[in-house]
């Protein structure tokens, strides 16, 4: 028996809805303020004439997996500096990802950090306490960035904007 | 979310459990598991979550109306394959054609890449097999979209695998039961998967780390132990996974295809991928390479088939010229044993088996590296060529803070670790009921102090 057209009427007009909602989703991904490639070396100099980082020193892969657990591979590039002295929560990550699944790690990393850091001062360093608890995650398409201390919100809006268009 | 995380193992895993144990009905069961499902994914990944429905939505009405049409079964097919074979290029491969379009012929065309959606090419092998399979009529229609979304997103094998075919749980999607036996069995096999994980994956995948192999030079030996930790821990974080996936699924009253056995005890490269990674080989071969024409073809035709495939297998791992080069690496192996090992009748089994362990020792060093220039960092470093020696103070500090981890993973990962689980899986249940105790607090433990440590194959 042949199928009545209004069937197959009906799978064409279904096609092209989903084909149109597939679209519109891309689109609107590639539509969102893409990261340029931001050079993590310009925005290290950025960050220090700024003088966003006078209780931070410029982090080691090893820092950076004691801290947060995350390995060199675990991003395509990373900018970390880390506290100056084990009483200073002054620390800056920015980390390029190249997948979702990166992001998800290093946003997971960052949030770990937070409540270790806070767990660590609570009840012991008040002010390293509500510093902690105004720290700030970002993240947009390309970049996860992290930073906490005295100039955090400074940091984080240099950042963004090295990384926005 | 990762399953060897507290949030998971002591809140999203014990919640989903009593929901849907405690509910008698199958249809609000498989309701309360795809809700479930979603938001294990969202945890990570809320934004992809859309694009999971739609290709949920696009798969669905592809078998609905593949089955209304039967004049255009052949071309809803082909209107399946190119859309989510589409979606996945677009997701996982984009850049890199662009990468090598802009290598080949000096262009200077912007890729804007877009960070890749955790377990696509997982969910969308899955998602092409109940297509082709609904085409080839192996499989019945599933006319519930629900139950259709539950097969995509089930969470226990969303991100990682195994790769489970539309046609191993068709009946359980419909009717299934969950035992006391059943749900002890599950829960023994998702613990020892968790300890292979926190125990053994995390640990040796910091002994890679601290050995420095890939990011500069070293010592010969230290890189013969970097890469032996490696070799380790890629086999024990993604069994341990699969095996947390199976023992899940096994609580939920699933039967989820086995997708390891001991693959570090075979004596070829050829018996190695019949036991690694087995859901993803077998989906090679069911939807690729028999489609080719397999081995019945004449023997040009028949090696091109095995290359294709091979190439094929790397690029799904990612989208990286050294991916592609591990997979084309494995398919000249396979060749090689084929054509000419193989003939020799009394190779030596001692022998058979170093030689294979060694194949897939190098087989890893293409496979750890992000780029071929780290490639050539570990293969610099393995034979020798950074000239800082063959045994340094690192090598030997390597070896004295590691080497029972080492040790003890090494005969872990052999045929005889496999048996014995089973064994106390079947015959001693008060062994295995202490022994999971005690891993469950060991675990925990390490849990509660660990950082944050995902499994090696999400980026896949």
Avoid at chain 1, 61 to 70: E, N, V, Y
Avoid at chain 1, 82 to 96: I, N, Q, S, Y
Avoid at chain 2, 276 to 304: C, D, Q, S
């Amino acid at each position: 028996m042949k199928t009545p057209l209004r069937v197959k009427i009906a799978f064409v007009a279904c096609m092209l809805l989903l084909t149109a909602c597939l679209a519109v989703f891309i689109g609107l991904r590639l539509r969102r303020p893409h990261p340029q490639a931001c050079d993590f070396a310009v925005l290290s100099e950025t960050l220090s004439e700024a003088g966003t980082l006078p209780d931070s020193l410029p982090g080691s892969d090893a820092s950076l997996k004691r801290a947060f657990g995350l390995l060199p591979g675990s991003a395509e590039e990373f900018l970390y500096f880390e506290p100056a002295t084990f009483m200073d929560v002054d620390e800056v990550l920015v980390a390029r990802v190249s997948s979702e699944a990166q992001a998800a790690d290093v946003r997971a990393a960052c949030l770990a950090r937070i409540e270790a850091q806070k767990n660590n001062f609570e009840s012991y360093g008040t002010d390293q306490f509500s510093l902690m608890n105004e720290a700030l995650v970002y993240e947009n398409g390309g970049y996860v960035c992290y930073t906490a201390g005295h100039h955090a919100a400074e940091a984080m809006a240099l950042i963004r904007k090295a990384i926005e268009r | 979310m990762v399953f060897s995380s507290t949030v998971f193992v002591f809140f999203f895993l014990p919640l989903c459990l009593v929901f849907t144990l405690a509910e008698p009905d199958i249809r609000v069961k498989n309701i309360i598991l795809l809700l479930f499902s979603l938001v294990f994914y969202a945890w990570g990944e809320p934004v992809y979550v859309i694009l999971m429905v739609l290709s949920i939505l696009l798969n669905y009405t592809l078998g609905r109306f593949m089955a209304a049409i039967p004049e255009w079964r052949k071309g809803i097919l082909v209107l399946g394959l190119v859309m989510n074979l589409g979606i996945l290029g677009f997701f996982k491969y984009y850049g890199f054609a662009v990468d090598i379009l802009n290598r080949a012929f000096g262009l200077q065309l912007t890729a804007h890449d877009l960070p890749l959606p955790i377990g696509i090419s997982f969910y969308t092998f899955q998602a092409l097999s109940y297509v082709i399979d609904l085409y080839r009529g192996n499989v019945r229609l599933q006319k519930n979209v629900l139950d259709f979304g539950l097969y995509i997103t089930m969470f226990p094998q969303l991100i990682a695998g195994p790769i489970v075919r539309y046609s191993d749980v068709q009946e359980q999607l419909a009717d299934r039961h969950v035992t006391a036996a059943g749900l002890g069995r599950g829960m023994a096999r998702f613990l020892f998967g968790l300890a292979k994980k926190v125990l053994l994956a995390n640990r040796l995948g910091a002994v890679f780390d601290a050995s420095g192999v890939l990011t500069g030079p070293t010592g010969t030996l230290t890189a013969w132990v970097g890469l032996l930790a490696y070799s380790l821990q890629i086999y024990f974080d993604f069994s341990g996974y699969s095996d947390m996936a199976i023992g899940m699924g096994e609580m939920l009253g699933f039967d989820f295809p086995e997708n390891f056995n001991a693959p570090y005890g075979s004596a070829s490269v050829t018996d190695f991928w019949r036991r690694w990674h087995m859901t993803l080989g077998t989906w090679f071969r069911e939807y690729v390479y028999i489609p080719l024409g397999g081995n019945r073809v004449k023997p040009a035709r028949h090696i091109a088939n095995i290359l294709i495939v091979w190439g094929l297998t790397g690029l799904w791992h990612g989208a990286a010229a050294n991916f592609v080069l591990w997979g084309l690496y494995y398919g000249l192996l396979l060749l090689f044993e084929k054509f000419v090992w193989f003939r020799w009748e009394k190779r030596p089994a001692w022998l058979c088996h170093a030689l294979t362990l060694l194949a897939v020792f190098f087989g890893w060093g293409l496979f750890c590296c992000g780029s071929l220039a780290e490639c050539g960092q570990i293969f610099s470093n393995l034979f020798g060529q950074a000239h800082l020696g063959f045994v340094d103070g690192h090598s030997l500090h390597l070896l004295l803070s590691h080497g029972a981890l080492l040790a003890a993973g090494a005969a872990l990962s052999l045929p005889w670790a496999v048996r014995l689980r089973q064994a106390l899986m079947d015959r001693h249940l008060m062994f295995l009921v202490v022994l999971c105790a005690a891993l469950f607090v060991v675990c925990t433990a390490f849990l509660v102090t660990q950082n944050y440590n995902p499994f090696l194959y999400f980026r896949f």
